[in-house]
């Protein structure tokens, strides 16, 4: 049975500690955004250096356990208060939807409203004031498309492990 509720819930709280973790970065450092810019605005940013790559894993590691935590702890406890009587695609449902309500926040709030619309001077790497692809919504609409694709391959990896320990 999918519940509808919990997706919402441990999607928002994905959403919200994931946009955090985001939005600290950029705050901390534009720069650390430089992979998930548009082309224009990236070859305009010189690669990172070596200081900024060891810095930015103090914000990539724990954002990568969260994505990955957060659907896999979520389906779990689905999995376990079902005891047993929960299907493989009931889960992969579960723990898709949790991961899709980070995305779609990510990609709403944090992309087009926050770097399309609004555009506040901390998400702006110095040296690309004004840059057209900061405006670039479909960029970002294109970038989300790609990454729901892998977001299926984790959820069928996701919902394995969960399958088999649950």
Known sequence: MV????????????????SLLLMSAVAYNPRLARR???????????PLTTGERRRALFFAIPFFVLIIGGPFLSGLSLAIQAQG???FPE????????????????????DWLIYCTITPRFVVVPGTEGMAGYKDYLFHLRAHVRGT????ILTLVLAGLITLVA
Do not use: R
């Open 91 to 110: 889960i992969a449902v579960h723990v898709f939807g949790v991961g899709l309500v980070f995305n779609l926040v990510d990609l709403v709030l944090l």
């Open 3 to 18: 519940d509808i509720g919990k997706i919402l819930l441990h999607g928002a709280i994905l959403a919200g500690l994931g």
């Open 36 to 46: 998930g810019l548009p082309g224009e605005i990236k070859e305009k940013v010189p």
């Open 85 to 87: 009587a929960l299907s």
């Open 149 to 152: 694709g892998l977001q299926v």
